[in-house]
Antibody, heavy 118, light 112 residues
Framework: EVQLQESGPGLVKPSQSLSLTCSVT????????WGWIRKFPGNKMEWMGYISYSGSTSYNPSLKSRISITRDTSKNQFFLQLNSVTTEDTATYYC????????????WGQGASVTVSS | DVVLTQTPPTLSATIGQSVSISCRSSQSLLHSNGNTYLHWLLQRPGQSPQLLIYLVSRLESGVPNRFSGSGSGTDFTLKISGVEAEDLGVYYCVQGTHAPWTFGGGTKLELK
């Protein structure tokens, strides 16, 4: 059974970079797509981007200048970096797997709460 | 970006009641490959989202068959035939036909 686990700082200062790690067990990240989704206070959800089995990436244009998703296949981990954060980036960040042919998020991490504040 | 409008934003139900949630898209979600990438998620309190229904009407493994999805084009519906206590939480529709992926605003299911 695949399991995903987010880790990283819970507090980031404005203008700095937010960095999160998603550790995956039970499934290789060299298959499928793996990405990040965030939920803002309230109910709003936003797809941030993903990295494919081959290492190619796709990002939400609203974030394109600030976001980077990378991976370490030897550790079966992938990473999120979001630069120049503001208080509006305060959210719970989820990593997720996209199922292949179904092209849907079928496995999620438990979420990492990140607050941007000085 | 595709806008998904979910109604109602809040739904109060009694145990055993059947309820429906609507998700309307600002453009057709029929992909050129013939698939419609409209899915439904449930986020229970304190938990991460989980997949309920994918490709409009296909039940995810392990999800009770009281959940069903229907629709086409721009109008989609999630139905729960006999709400149970474990169904409480926030329901989201999400589309992957048109980049970027977008989510509906959520429907919170509460006990009446």
């Amino acid at each position: 059974e695949v399991q995903l686990q987010e880790s990283g700082p819970g507090l980031v200062k404005p203008s700095q970079s937010l960095s999160l790690t998603c550790s995956v067990t039970g499934y290789s990240i060299t298959s499928n797509y793996w990405g990040w989704i965030r939920k803002f206070p309230g109910n709003k959800m936003e797809w941030m981007g993903y990295i494919s089995y081959s290492g190619s990436t796709s990002y939400n244009p609203s974030l394109k200048s600030r976001i980077s998703i990378t991976r370490d296949t030897s550790k079966n981990q992938f990473f999120l970096q979001l630069n120049s954060v503001t208080t509006e980036d305060t959210a719970t960040y989820y990593c997720a797997r996209w199922a292949g042919m179904r092209y849907v998020m079928d496995a999620w991490g438990q979420g990492a709460s990140v607050t941007v504040s000085s | 970006d595709v806008v998904l409008t979910q109604t109602p934003p809040t739904l109060s139900a009694t145990i055993g009641q059947s309820v429906s949630i609507s998700c309307r898209s600002s453009q057709s979600l029929l992909h050129s490959n013939g698939n419609t990438y409209l899915h439904w998620l449930l986020q229970r309190p304190g938990q991460s989202p989980q997949l309920l229904i994918y490709l409009v009407s296909r039940l995810e493994s392990g999800v009770p068959n009281r959940f069903s999805g229907s629709g086409s084009g721009t109008d989609f519906t999630l139905k729960i035939s006999g709400v149970e206590a474990e169904d409480l939480g926030v329901y989201y529709c999400v589309q992957g036909t048109h980049a970027p992926w977008t989510f509906g605003g959520g429907t919170k299911l509460e006990l009446k």
